[in-house]
């Protein structure tokens, strides 16, 4: 059975999972939506935490631990929506929606299957265009503002050897926790960033990061499209979230970004779900 009601297909970004979209799901179901949150492989409740990442942390020993993320690529995360989205797209239209690195699996799912997907929504989330992966736009100058920096330090071992970037988000060092909070929640009370913080998983791909993500103008340019701008991002500066607006706006003149606006923080939209899902409904209608 289907129906002229969408479903929305809601993909995480870098070190999270489905569970971030509880807040905004729970919205979208009080105004009659279905939707589907995605977990990515080696995410969610396959995510890996070995016991060295537990308390006490045994930080040498979690250095040196093999990922089960390090072999998995930007088409394994694009496959694994483009599955999702054919599963759904029998019961009616698909909204597809990411943030953050979850805009990556999404311009390459809308490059793969844009006759089954009726619209992307990007939140405050890469949507490549002139250079290939997140990777390359962090040497651009609309990525200055960035806080992410100060954030080196939170990680473990040696990306190159374990093809993984590692992030310690147990980690009991006060400054670090400030810097993570400044990047990623700053508008958000102490409480509620700690809360976010325990359903993140250490470990992302750097296949993932580096893989190409660029959109192609005669497939993923031909779906109507979305951007919901954070004003208050530190992590994804606003500066950066308009120059990728503006990429694509150039590549497709005749298909721009709706755009839309939230004064909020990179974290911080998962705690204004009631305007997020107020926002997503009206493009369904």
Known sequence: MSSNNPTF?????SGSSSFMWATIQRELA???????AVDLPGHGLDAQYPVAYQAPQDLDAWAAEPSTLATVTLRDNADVVVDVVRRVAEHGPVVLVGASLGGTAISVAGNLVPDLVDRLV?????????????????????????????????NVGNPAELGVGRANYRTADPELLTAL???TAADVTDEQFMAFLN???PDESL?????DARVDAETWGTIARSYIRLTEDRSLPI???????AEADALTPGNPYDVHTLDTSHVGFVFRAAEVAAILDKLSS
């Open 181 to 183: 909070k400044a990047a």
């Open 9 to 13: 297909v809601l993909v995480h970004g």
């Open 199 to 201: 359903i993140l998983q």
């Open 122 to 154: 990007y939140i405050s989330a890469w949507s490549c265009v002139e250079r290939a992966n997140p990777i390359e736009y962090f040497a651009e100058p609309e990525f200055a503002a960035s806080l992410t920096g100060p954030l080196a330090p939170l």
């Open 239 to 245: 500066a950066m979230q308009d120059r990728l607006i």
């Open 30 to 36: 009080a105004l009659g939506h279905r939707s589907f």
């Open 207 to 211: 296949a993932v990061m580096t893989g």
